[in-house]
Nanobody, 127 residues
Framework: QMRPVESGGGSVQTGGSLKLSCSAS????????IGWLRQAPGKEREAVAA???????SYADSVKGRFTLSLDNAKKTLVLHMNALSPEDTAMYYC?????????????????????RGQGTQVTVSS
């Protein structure tokens, strides 16, 4: 089963920025959702940001205005720019992708919770 491959992440101080990349070149679906999930120790997995195959993005309220998602549709490469990071953003971040029967728009944010995930990349923000 093909899975996304994440890169980036690391450790920064509060207020810093990081970039996460995800490669999902194996995707051949005509319509799909792809995005980022995160899970901190002891907390539920959360959908952070997602984009559909038409380029419609959606974000969790906790990251709106700070995180920006972009997709190279030809290469199936997803990039998440994270700014103004805080310790609350500390988590394992996973790229996730799934086929959708229709162009899903902002529904992708929920759909990626039930998607093929990568191994994850750690983001740690220190105060």
């Amino acid at each position: 089963q093909m899975r996304p491959v994440e890169s980036g992440g690391g450790s920064v101080q509060t207020g810093g920025s990081l970039k996460l990349s995800c490669s999902a070149s194996w995707i051949t679906w005509r319509t799909y959702c792809i995005g980022w999930l995160r899970q901190a120790p002891g907390k539920e997995r959360e959908a952070v940001a997602a984009i559909d195959s038409d380029g419609v993005t959606s974000y969790a309220d906790s990251v709106k205005g700070r995180f920006t998602l972009s997709l190279d549709n030809a290469k199936k490469t997803l990039v998440l720019h994270m700014n103004a990071l805080s310790p609350e953003d500390t988590a394992m971040y996973y790229c996730a992708a799934r086929e959708s029967t229709v162009v899903a728009g902002t529904h992708c944010l929920g759909l990626v919770l039930l998607a093929h995930r990568g191994q994850g990349t750690q983001v740690t923000v220190s105060s």
